[in-house]
């Protein structure tokens, strides 16, 4: 065993050990639900649905007893929870399904605040343009980073592995975000800022990536293609020997970013589906299959008079996260649209398979002084005001923006300078900025909704890492 290898591996075993042992700390089962994973993702397609359906008996009996809101639907569709089979598919379609703005306005009606853990408040992007504030418990947190780390090891990624996150950012770093950078350190997880992406900043990406070593690389799929783009113009050798996987996340993945970044990491790409509200949702595996993470989410696929469609036919993902004890979103529409495989996993998993997820999409930002930023750079500004029901941002030039707000009940006069001062902050002092309140925010000429728009081209090397290809 060489030298690097020989640590590298010791490394891997510290890092381990030290998440391990914060996870107990925090009282999330991560560990224990891995190995679990590891086991459910090999039982056939009737056993997990059997799995599905005990696991929704017990989400269903605790937003009966805890949840208000839920409980008055359940009581309604008169479903028994007495026994102890599972709840069927067909039993579940009895509820009626649940939206962002339930989810928003009956918040307190839903949340089980003493759940074991704690419930702890948090937020969506805010990319569909609506942010939401909701709570999740230690159950879902756990089951987040449990399938993660079980979708890397289909990739040959260990728990404690390096890995690089080309992720966003705060406006302003506070001591917790001070500990969690050192937390990111014990864990081999070094997070570089999608947010400060100028041609300077991503040079030196380029050799923090290469001093680092990872085995993997996540982030963005429109910010690793953009470093991807960057790095190819400089000529730079990306080609790491360690490096397993390219992971992608947070919006679609279209086919020249892949083969962008493929081309110049060397290794394949596996793209990621999930949301902050429903969580991890399905991941990419060896051989190019989206796999649903099953035993955590129950997956309708609706049809616009809310009808079930077929394996191999497109319509809104409609979700019930079965690990959601804080604040249950059963039958959740997220917003997204899906298509199910008419397939099994090649590999023999019986997990659902994705063949396709057609999410939204939001243009790069550019500063004045060159720096490109992802759009969430400005979603999280907008998400952090109470009282934005929708929103939508664009930018004209790099020193003009407009902002649309559609206020709700909890909006404030105030929310106009907050808004403005955490957009200063992101974009400059020198820009200028239009914030309107509207009634509502119609949809662009191609019938898509759109919340970050940006008119500043990007330079013709780095159009490739943007949805448009180039022709």
């Known amino acids: 065993?060489?030298?690097?290898?020989?640590?590298?591996?010791?490394?891997?075993?510290?890092?381990?050990?030290?998440?391990?042992?914060?996870?107990?700390?925090?009282?999330?089962?991560?560990?224990?639900?891995?190995?679990?994973?590891?086991?459910?993702?090999?039982?056939?397609?009737?056993?997990?649905?059997?799995?599905?359906?005990?696991?929704?008996?017990?989400?269903?009996?605790?937003?009966?007893?805890?949840?208000?809101?839920?409980?008055?639907?359940?009581?309604?569709?008169?479903?028994?929870?007495?026994?102890?089979?599972?709840?069927?598919?067909?039993?579940?379609r009895q509820l009626p399904w649940m939206d962002k703005v339930e989810a928003q306005d009956n918040r307190d009606r839903m949340a089980w605040q003493s759940v074991p853990g704690g419930a702890f408040k948090y937020n969506t992007g805010g990319s569909s343009g609506s942010p939401l504030i909701f709570y999740f418990g230690r159950w879902r947190q756990a089951s987040d980073a449990a399938g993660r780390m079980r979708a890397r090891r289909?990739?040959?990624?260990?728990?404690?592995?390096?890995?690089?996150?080309?992720?966003?950012?705060?406006?302003?770093?506070?001591?917790?975000?001070?500990?969690?950078?050192?937390?990111?350190?014990?864990?081999n997880q070094l997070v570089l800022n999608a947010f400060e992406m100028s041609p300077w900043q991503m040079d030196i990406y380029i050799e923090k990536i290469r001093a680092y070593q990872p085995t993997c690389i996540y982030g963005y799929a429109?910010?690793?293609?953009?470093?991807?783009?960057?790095?190819?113009?400089?000529?730079?050798?990306?080609?790491?020997?360690?490096l397993k996987v390219v992971?992608?996340?947070?919006?679609?993945?279209?086919?020249?970013?892949?083969?962008?970044?493929?081309?110049?990491?060397?290794?394949?790409?596996?793209?990621?589906?999930?949301?902050?509200?429903?969580?991890?949702?399905?991941?990419?595996?060896?051989?190019?299959?989206?796999?649903?993470?099953?035993?955590?989410?129950?997956?309708?696929?609706?049809?616009?008079?809310?009808?079930?469609v077929p394996p191999g036919e497109t319509g809104e993902a409609v979700m019930t996260a079965l690990e959601s004890f804080a604040q249950p979103f059963i039958r959740y529409r997220t917003g997204d649209m899906v298509r199910v495989a008419d397939e099994s996993c090649r590999a023999g998993r019986g997990l659902d398979v994705i063949s396709e997820v057609l999410g939204r999409t939001t243009d790069f930002v550019v500063r004045a002084d060159g720096t490109i930023m992802h759009a969430l750079a400005l979603?999280?500004?907008?998400?952090?005001?109470?009282?934005?029901?929708?929103?939508?941002?664009?930018?004209?030039?790099?020193?003009?923006?407009?902002?649309?707000?559609?206020?709700?009940?909890?909006?404030?006069?105030?929310?106009?300078t907050e808004i403005k001062t955490g957009l200063y902050k992101r974009l400059g002092l020198d820009i200028r900025i239009d914030l309107r309140l509207v009634e509502s925010i119609p949809a662009e000429a191609s019938g898509k909704h759109r919340y970050v728009v940006s008119r500043v081209p990007l330079s013709d090397h780095l159009k490739v890492a943007t949805r448009v290809p180039i022709n």
């Open 1 to 92: 065993m060489s030298r690097h290898l020989g640590n590298t591996t010791r490394g891997r075993v510290g890092a381990r050990a030290f998440y391990a042992s914060q996870e107990w700390l925090l009282r999330r089962p991560t560990f224990r639900y891995l190995s679990e994973l590891e086991r459910t993702q090999w039982l056939s397609r009737e056993e997990i649905e059997l799995l599905q359906g005990t696991k929704l008996r017990s989400l269903l009996r605790i937003a009966r007893d805890h949840c208000p809101w839920h409980a008055e639907h359940i009581a309604e569709a008169a479903i028994d929870l007495d026994g102890d089979g599972p709840v069927s598919i067909e039993e579940l």
């Open 379 to 416: 979603i999280y500004v907008m998400r952090a005001v109470a009282g934005v029901g929708e929103f939508k941002i664009v930018q004209h030039s790099v020193d003009h923006i407009e902002v649309l707000v559609v206020p709700n009940a909890g909006w404030l006069e105030s929310g106009r």
């Open 247 to 308: 992971c992608t996340t947070g919006e679609p993945l279209y086919p020249p970013q892949r083969v962008l970044i493929e081309e110049m990491f060397g290794v394949p790409v596996a793209n990621e589906f999930g949301s902050r509200d429903i969580g991890f949702t399905a991941h990419e595996a060896p051989g190019g299959q989206m796999l649903l993470m099953s035993e955590s989410i129950i997956l309708e696929v609706l049809d616009e008079q809310d009808r079930p």
């Open 222 to 242: 429109s910010s690793i293609a953009l470093l991807a783009a960057h790095a190819k113009e400089r000529r730079a050798d990306m080609r790491l020997p360690g």
């Open 154 to 187: 289909w990739w040959g990624v260990e728990p404690g592995d390096r890995e690089v996150y080309l992720w966003g950012a705060p406006v302003e770093l506070s001591k917790t975000d001070r500990m969690k950078t050192m937390r990111d350190r014990l864990l």
